[in-house]
Structure formats: structure tokens, C-alpha cells
């Protein structure tokens, strides 16, 4: 008798188990395909692919360094790199911080570079081609 009250409460448990993994399973996947659909709208694909991987948003890495989003691709790396220094300091565990909070902070700088990469390389390029290409010459003696 005992067995027989063991086993349904197993089967059920189970059952019910497998229902709740299965739904979070369903909502992950919609949620995933949500993202992507955006993505796919978002006329700035590389910063919703940036998104995406690293799952945050550019205005949530703005908030968490507190620093203003980058204008028109431009934006003041030597303020970035002192906010993400300071906070990632003050968080430190061996200092009695949080390493959750380290790693967000660390994870709104990436986000924050991978806004201002693509714009930075262009303005490099366009620069590199105002002033010409110059070739490094070394002579033997």
C-alpha cells in the first residue's frame, strides 16, 4: 500500500515538474525570438546584435556607469574607462563588494565599447584617408 502511495506521489511530482520546464522552456523561446525580431527591425543591426549578446541595452550600460550615450558614434572614452574603474573597484569582493555588480559594470563597459566601435574604426578610416596612406620606409645602412 505504501509503495503504490509512493509511486503516484513520484509520478505527479514529476509530472508537475516537467510542465513547469517545459513552459519556461516556451517562454524562453519566445522571448529569444522577440529579440531577434527586433533586431531584425532595428535600423542599427550592429548595436542590437551587440544586445543580444551580451544582453543588455545600451541605455541600461549608460545608466549603470551613469555616463550619457554616445552622440552621433562620439563619445568620451577617458569618462567611460574612469566611471568603469571606480565602480569596478568599489565592487570588488576581496574589498566587501558584490562580484554580481562587478560584472555588470564590466559587462555596461563592453556594451558601451560595442556601441562606439563601428563609428570609432570609420572615423580612423576616413581620417587615414584625408591625410593619405604613408608607407614605412627602413633603409638598411
Not at 574589498?95 to 556601441?115: I, N, P
Not at 604613408?134 to 638598411?140: A, I, L, R, S, W
Amino acid at each position: 500500500m505504501a509503495y503504490r502511495l509512493i509511486t503516484q506521489v513520484v509520478v505527479i511530482g514529476s509530472r508537475t515538474i516537467g510542465r513547469a520546464f517545459a513552459e519556461a522552456y516556451k517562454q524562453a523561446q519566445a522571448s529569444s525570438q522577440y529579440q531577434r525580431a527586433q533586431a531584425k527591425l532595428d535600423p542599427n543591426a550592429a548595436a542590437a546584435r551587440a544586445s543580444l549578446s551580451s544582453g543588455m541595452t545600451l541605455d541600461e550600460a549608460c545608466k549603470i556607469l551613469n555616463v550619457k550615450p554616445p552622440q552621433g558614434g562620439k563619445a568620451n572614452l577617458d569618462e567611460v574607462m574612469e566611471r568603469f574603474k571606480k565602480l569596478f573597484d568599489a565592487n570588488n569582493p576581496e574589498k566587501g563588494g558584490s562580484f554580481y555588480l562587478q560584472s555588470k559594470v564590466l559587462r555596461a563597459r563592453e556594451r558601451y565599447e560595442a556601441e562606439i566601435k563601428p563609428a570609432m574604426e570609420k572615423a580612423a578610416q576616413e581620417a587615414e584617408v584625408q591625410e593619405g596612406w604613408k608607407p614605412k620606409v627602413y633603409k638598411d645602412r
